[in-house]
């Protein structure tokens, strides 16, 4: 998805990464002048919300999906959803997603390679399942099948499930910017939107984007804010009919790495102050 001269990569479905474009493919038809301002908030959130009910309503195994993955990436798409986001909160149809755990790291060197890398096991330490003299835990990435035979995801032989591991990559004019990603389950595509938007629109730096305060939408009109979160605009936030909590404490939030080049060569990391992670550089 091209975003304001930026092509922002995420892996295809059955990936959820895909959510993450199409929120951009809406928020692209909006100029934002200011970021913490409650308009800016309140247009990302609506357009997370659409695309998550979009998503969780036809991404599944590629070979298993009713319509091409490709419409959602269209101008027409984002520019007729945009115009359904009004001043007030809206209601989509969405299933409230699951916990999981997951791992990001990204690393480049001065030959030019850069490696954006996730891995998972899913919820805990996945299906419990050890893989014998290997030491191998095996993933539970089954669990976000469904028995609705109306459902997209819904179990079938051979079918890979919906699933949240979405490591994202930045190139313009063609060429490599860098590495970035978000991890912890549904948060990723929404923590992918919040760093894109926030070094994009906003010009902060990989360091500034990723420390920068985040919001998570839960379900329905319910929306999780960090405690550090600007105290009027969630107010403002719940003026507009958003179901607004204040969260405990920020680990729910995600945790993300990001290294860009810059235009003299000069790679540039920042890492998660939310998490136990490190810049390591050699």
């Known amino acids: 998805m091209n975003y304001r001269g930026y092509d922002v990569w995420e892996i295809p479905p059955n990936g959820q990464g895909i959510t993450a474009l199409m929120a951009l493919n809406i928020l692209k038809n909006f100029a934002f002048q200011q970021k913490d301002c409650t308009d800016t908030y309140h247009k990302q959130i609506e357009a997370m919300k659409m695309a998550f009910a979009d998503a969780k309503h036809y991404v599944t195994d590629q070979d298993q999906m009713t319509v091409d993955y490709h419409r959602f990436l269209l101008p027409a798409y984002g520019e007729a959803r945009a115009k359904e986001i009004t001043d007030n909160a809206g209601l989509p149809l969405f299933t409230e997603p699951p916990k999981s755990g997951t791992v990001y790291l990204c690393t480049a060197d001065d030959e030019g390679n850069m490696v954006s890398y996730i891995q998972s096991n899913y919820m805990g330490f996945g299906s419990g399942i050890v893989l014998e003299g290997y030491g191998v835990s095996l993933q539970n990435r089954g669990a976000d099948f469904s028995l609705d035979e109306q459902d997209a995801n819904v179990l079938k032989p051979h079918k890979k499930s919906y699933h949240t591991i979405i490591p994202g990559f930045l190139t313009k004019d063609d060429q490599p910017i860098g590495p970035f990603g978000v991890m912890g389950g549904y948060m990723q595509p929404q ?92």
């Open 191 to 282: 923590g992918h939107v919040q760093v894109v938007m926030n070094m994009i629109d906003f010009h902060l730096n990989p360091q500034m984007a990723l420390d920068a305060p985040r919001w998570q939408w839960l379900k329905n009109k319910e929306v999780e804010f960090e405690p550090s979160f600007s105290k009027e605009i969630i107010q403002d936030l719940k003026d507009r009919g958003h179901d607004v909590s204040i969260a405990p404490n920020s680990l729910s939030f995600g945790r993300g790495q990001i290294i860009l080049r810059m235009a003299n060569g000069v790679l540039i990391g920042a890492t998660e102050s939310r998490t136990d992670s490190n810049i390591s550089c050699w």
